[in-house]
């Protein structure tokens, strides 16, 4: 059984002790001022730092070998890419939670503590401030992680530090001091001083090896003096890149260069210059942020824009996301796919962002207008129609106009109709998910179930993944109709496929969840089981609000009541302060397991634990 209360540092923290290491040996100091080249800079240092002092970071290689490949590519082989077991963010739904980018960064944050714990002395970060966004966050998930472990900590040496932003399009300051808060530094606009080189330590490898140092290479390339084709090619090869590595900051400034590069490129070049990027990017052929309809400058330069509009909306300044996604249409010379979208995503930062409704609507006007449909019609152009019709229906479901937004479902599905390119199948896959949402929420609980049952017969649907989220709605779904033994046989699926790749956080989640469920029905031995493995999988992650859940599940499985150290390991927390509150205060009042979470209908879930946002 863990027993948290036994780990003496947590203890310690409970019983009212000091944070702060006592009694270590002198700190491993290492300079993670890396800056926005590429991102997982600043970690792939720190941990190669403790490495070359003798960690050797436990079974933590081995477990997460995808991880791992990402960070130390030679260090290993064979093992799953993690673009194969983990979702990215999206393009078309403008939604910044990467699977891919938090494992990566749960995964650091665990092994700067692991190795920490092997030396026996605290990590000293200098330059944390100047540090890659992405690695700034793993740095924050390391603070929290450290909290729930034995070892000596994670130090900051002079946080209030930052590098001069290379414009006010990339200027993250604001998100560095969220970051730094959430690590516990008392730290305001007013702190933070420019006092950091530009010519830091970069990233660990620039051969091209990881996507790190090929995130590095393109971003040096860019910024070089080489040709305006060969820098354009590298702009939008790295723009690319930096999507599925988060790296918004790198996203922001290459997009302005590469805007300014544009300046007399010939139409006639854009071909080539497509072929160019593309080669150079790393990256296979996805659903997101395909250049593939973009046939003129005009055209690559509203690419840029909507570069720089998604960088925006992800990082919460939907005013100026919005201006980003308007500036697309400004060209004379626009392909109407690309003029399309951006009323789509101006629609969509109005409707998911903004609450506005109708002016949401007035731009998808615009959109379809752009796209009058004909029989002859290029698959691009149908399947841009489909995009805005699937977007129409969002509209009208905000305003609870189930039938309307029905029909544009069908719509949307009768245009992409014989389509099968990625985007095509992506939206396919998203079209059945809406229509069983739709059906959800008009009541139609048994009709939800059979379409949702449909999308397994969906292409691009067949892997392990895929049936994680869909065994895990189905199972939701089976609970509405009164089919308990379905829904816990579909969330036994779930957890078969989170374990398969060792996704420690939705297994956390669900481990949670179905406890709580099995108790209820009076099966205190299973729900024990379920909560046991969920606070093995809390204590891996480091999460102490997720490792409290576990304790007061196991107390509530037991029948008695969770002890006061439970409500002492949630304040712990970091990440979420305020439900950690409230669960201390739920146990101090004897009622915490009315605090236990419920499975749901979809098993997204932000990822909190390295997310900065207030």
């Known amino acids: 059984m863990v027993n948290f209360s036994a780990n003496p540092r947590i203890q310690g923290l409970i019983d009212g002790g000091s944070t702060a290491p006592t009694g270590t040996a002198a700190s491993v100091q290492v300079d993670v001022n890396s ?99 992405a690695s700034l966050r793993g740095f924050m998930r390391a603070v929290e992680f450290a909290k729930t472990r034995r070892g000596p900590g994670i130090l900051l040496d002079s946080p209030h530090l930052v590098r001069t932003p290379i414009g006010p399009e990339a200027d993250f300051s604001a998100e560095r001091l969220r970051c730094l808060r959430r690590m516990g530094v008392a730290v305001g606009p007013e702190d933070l001083r420019d006092g950091l080189r530009d010519d830091g330590p970069g990233s660990v490898d620039t051969t091209g090896a990881t996507n790190a140092g090929r995130e590095a290479r393109l971003w040096s390339a860019a910024f070089g003096d080489g040709t305006a084709y060969d820098r354009l090619a590298a702009v939008l090869a790295g723009c690319r890149i930096g999507f599925f590595s988060s790296n918004w900051e790198s996203m922001a400034a290459l997009a302005v260069l590469g805007r300014e590069l544009l300046s007399g490129f010939p139409d006639n070049g854009v071909e080539e210059l497509l072929v160019a990027a593309r080669e150079q990017d790393g990256q296979a052929e996805a659903i997101e942020f395909e250049p593939g309809i973009l046939r003129t400058t005009d055209d690559v330069r509203a690419f840029l824009a909507k570069v720089l509009g998604v960088q925006a909306t992800f990082r919460g300044c939907q ?66 129609r489909g995009w805005l019709h699937n977007l129409r229906a969002l509209t009208h479901f905000a305003q609870r106009e189930l039938r309307e937004a029905f029909g544009h479902e069908k719509q949307a599905l009768a245009c992409i109709e014989g389509l ?51 065994a895990y709605r189905a199972a939701g779904l089976a609970l509405l109709n009164g089919e308990r033994d379905a829904a816990l046989e579909d969330l036994s699926k779930t957890l078969v496929c989170a374990a398969e790749f060792n996704d420690d956080f939705h297994e956390t989640e669900v481990r949670l969840e179905v406890g709580t469920l099995v108790l ?86 932000p990822f909190d634990l390295i997310n900065f946002q207030e």
């Not at 960070?71 to 699977?99: C, D, V």
């Not at 980003?324 to 969509?348: C, I, K, N």
């Not at 949401?360 to 841009?384: H, I, K, M, T, Y």
């Open 319 to 384: 005013g100026q996301a919005l201006g980003y996604f308007r500036m697309m249409r400004a060209g004379e010379r626009l392909s109407p796919e690309v003029r399309a979208q951006s009323h789509l995503y101006a629609a969509l930062t109005l409707t998911k962002r903004m609450d506005h409704i109708a002016d949401a609507v007035g731009e998808l006007d615009q959109g379809f207008a752009a796209l009058p449909g004909d029989a002859g019609d290029d698959d691009s152009v149908r399947r841009e």
């Open 35 to 133: 800056g926005p080249s590429a991102s997982y800079c600043g970690l792939q240092l720190a941990l190669r730092e403790l490495q070359d002092r003798g960690a050797t970071f436990g079974t933590l290689p081995e477990r997460y070998s995808s991880e791992w490949a990402e960070l130390f590519p030679r260090s290993g082989g064979g093992e799953p890419k993690l673009a194969e077991i983990a979702l990215a963010p999206s393009e078309r739904r403008l939604h910044r939670e990467s699977e891919q980018s938090y494992r990566i960064l749960a995964v650091a944050a665990a092994a700067l503590c692991e190795g920490g714990e092997e030396l026996g002395r605290p990590l000293e970060l200098h330059g944390v401030g100047g540090a890659d966004l």
């Open 420 to 470: 099968n390119d990625p985007s095509s199948i992506h939206l396919r896959i998203n079209l059945f998910s809406n229509i069983s949402v739709l059906q959800e929420r008009a009541g139609r609980h048994e009709q939800a179930a059979r379409t949702w049952s449909r999308f397994k017969e969906a292409a691009g649907s067949a892997n392990a993944g895929f049936t994680k989220h869909h």
């Open 520 to 605: 209820n029905g009076g099966q205190r031995s299973e729900a024990a089981e379920h909560f046991e493995r969920a606070a093995v999988g809390a204590a891996r992650i480091g999460d102490p609000y997720r490792m409290a859940l576990a304790q007061v599940g196991r107390a509530a499985a037991a029948g008695v009541a969770p002890g006061g150290e439970t409500g002492a390991l949630a304040r712990l927390s970091l990440t979420q302060p305020e439900r950690a509150a409230r669960l201390a205060e739920r146990v101090a009042s004897g009622d915490a397991a009315e605090i236990l979470p419920r499975v749901r209908t979809k098993l997204n879930r």
